[in-house]
């Protein structure tokens, strides 16, 4: 199985400031998913990266997947409340295309 | 388009018990996975269902869950008996068949075993 760890676990920051947040493997991934949880409902898709060095922007989301392929950032510029939630990186396990989840990064933005 | 359906939303039982969720997926969707998420942690596979077959079940505890999905359409996922540990919001999620398709999940069942 193909671990994929989540940094930082908990993250509690102000409206208005930026933040990153990691996803790193020791294997290497064809494709990454990054998902977004608010409380109470399931996870969303925010972006899927499959070329090593890619950079994708959605907003003030910007995702970069790593040369190898083995890790991923988010970061997010001037944060707002929403959105707080629970970030979730996911990653094609053993060859399959089923999608296994990191922990998370929880991130809660006060205003 | 409609969503991914699942019912009931909230559920306590007491332990030994059983319990059993329904997930209607998006239309037209081939996969369904049944995951469980333990607070604090990231949904973990249980089991893959491509059509009303099984892809994956690897993780899924056999000696107390169940799964099916008959017609390739519905699923139900049953526990029997319950234990503390089980205590998790149940997620169902539907995807279009092939690789690095969207997931698209639904709201969860929160169970809750005392």
């Known amino acids: 199985t193909q671990l994929l760890e989540q940094s930082p676990q908990f993250l509690s920051i102000q409206e208005g400031e930026n933040l990153t947040v990691y996803c790193n493997s020791s294997?290497?991934?064809?494709?990454l998913q990054w998902y977004r949880q608010e409380p109470g409902e399931g996870p969303v898709l925010l972006v899927t990266?499959?070329?090593?060095?890619e950079v994708k922007k959605l907003k003030r989301l910007t995702f970069q997947f790593g040369d190898a392929r083995k890790d991923s950032s988010l970061h997010i510029t001037a944060a707002q409340t929403g959105d707080t939630g629970l970030y979730l990186c996911?990653?094609?396990?053993?060859?399959?295309?089923?999608?296994?989840f990191g922990r998370g990064t929880s991130l809660i933005v006060h205003p | 388009e409609a969503g991914v359906a699942q019912s009931p939303r909230y559920k306590i039982i007491e332990k030994r018990q059983s319990v059993a969720f329904w997930c209607n997926p998006i239309s037209g969707h081939a996969t369904l996975y049944w995951y469980q998420q333990i607070l604090g942690q990231g949904p973990k596979l249980l089991i893959q269902f491509q059509n009303n077959g099984v892809v994956d079940d690897s993780q899924l505890p056999k000696d107390r869950f169940s799964a099916e999905r008959l017609k390739g359409v519905d699923s139900t996922l049953k526990i029997q008996p319950a234990k503390l540990e089980d205590s998790a919001v149940y997620l169902c999620?539907?995807?279009?068949?092939?690789?690095?398709?969207?997931?698209?999940f639904g709201q969860g069942t929160r169970l809750t075993v005392v």
């Open positions: 990266v499959v070329t090593g060095g």
């Open positions: 999620a539907s995807s279009r068949q092939g690789a690095n398709t969207e997931a698209f």
């Open positions: 294997s290497v991934f064809s494709s």
């Open positions: 996911a990653g094609p396990s053993g060859g399959s295309y089923i999608p296994t």
